[in-house]
């Protein structure tokens, strides 16, 4: 088994940091995303999609998407769980993964893509005016988390998951997307703070 | 138990489909999302977000997101199995679900809200060239599935999966979104005539 690794960027990081928390270790193939090394033969043959991370089993089988490379690994080695308990703790992980991915992940990005000028040879056209339209909605759901945090310590409850993996590789994303995090989210800063300081976090 | 239920939008019917190939009867409670009744007090202090469809359990516990919802009834209720079986099935649904979701529901989504007169007043503002730039999106990833479809009976494989649920009402949807369909991808064709043939495509 390999997995295809993209350094910095955020999903590859997603899965690392996710091995770090379960204790897995898995020979890593590094992929220069720089040099666009992605849409390159050797990776494109393996995701059409040309997006990493890509895992590679033993037989040639080949996983992508960094949530479902998580849950292969979570199926495999179920603890610590990272994607809740019980049907009801599974369904408010994915709940909450969702939320997060989908409200502000993905906000974050598109104004990382559409305005930054390092991505204009990666995302063409850029759409300067669709990346500004994203600054406040992932500020917007911001405001939401911080409320849900008052009463949680973590994104889907009492337990570290995957929704916070998500949470904070979106949190760090939010600096080169030019994304304040208002400081009078206490909790939502908090909660960015517990996350930095796991050992994990360095994945 | 009742679910907050949003008619024709592919969100609520997604799960509505997903219960029909469990066999599953779970009591609705429909929401008027035309006259915005999702945007309204009631729906409001249950999601934050104003998202429909809501399942709200006997204790009063809320559940949102569509794929949240529905992983909750795969715990209670496991067969059909609907979101795979063993680490590797698993995976392979979580993988085609999230690429079928992002890299062509979404994007589908993204040219009907921002380019039909009817989401004027939904999606605020609206910008009719990220919703045009998304089009060809949506057809570069049915020509990957196509290719991938030419040796799999459903997304995720031989069997019936939550990837084919999402594939099938995000197809319904390229209508609405002025999307068409390619002639020539026979196998993105003939998947699509089997979704629609099935009875929970009426649900």
């Known amino acids: 088994?390999?997995?295809?690794?993209?350094?910095?960027?955020?999903?590859?990081?997603?899965?690392?940091?996710?091995?770090?928390?379960?204790?897995?270790?898995?020979?890593?193939?590094?992929?220069?995303?720089?040099?666009?090394?992605?849409?390159g033969e050797e990776l494109?043959?393996?995701?059409?999609?040309?997006?990493?991370?890509?895992?590679?089993?033993?037989?040639?089988?080949?996983?992508?998407?960094?949530?479902?490379?998580?849950?292969?690994?979570?199926e495999l080695h179920p603890e610590p769980a990272l994607f809740g308990r019980g049907a009801l703790g599974k369904a408010l992980v994915e709940m909450w993964q969702r939320r997060?991915?989908?409200?502000?992940?993905?906000?974050?990005?598109?104004?990382?893509?559409?305005?930054?000028?390092?991505?204009?040879?990666?995302?063409?056209?850029?759409?300067?005016?669709?990346?500004?339209?994203?600054?406040?909605?992932?500020?917007?759901?911001m405001k939401i988390l911080d409320t849900h945090l008052a009463s949680h310590e973590f994104a889907a409850g009492e337990d570290f998951s995957i929704a916070d993996i998500t949470g904070l590789v979106a949190l760090d994303f939010t600096k080169p997307a030019r994304i304040a995090i208002p400081e009078e989210l206490e909790n939502v800063q908090r909660w960015y703070r517990a996350l930095k300081a796991r050992p994990s976090a360095g994945a």
């Open 1 to 39: 088994m390999r997995l295809f690794d993209g350094g910095r960027a955020p999903n590859p990081r997603r899965v690392r940091i996710f091995l770090a928390e379960k204790g897995i270790a898995v020979p890593l193939v590094p992929v220069d995303m720089g040099a666009l090394g992605h849409k």
């Open 44 to 74: 494109t043959a393996r995701n059409p999609l040309q997006r990493l991370p890509v895992l590679e089993l033993d037989d040639g089988t080949v996983l992508t998407e960094s949530v479902a490379i998580c849950r292969y690994f979570e």
């Open 100 to 141: 997060i991915e989908l409200n502000f992940y993905l906000p974050v990005s598109f104004a990382f893509r559409h305005t930054h000028p390092a991505m204009k040879d990666w995302e063409v056209p850029q759409l300067p005016e669709w990346g500004e339209m994203n600054r406040p909605k992932a500020v917007e759901f």
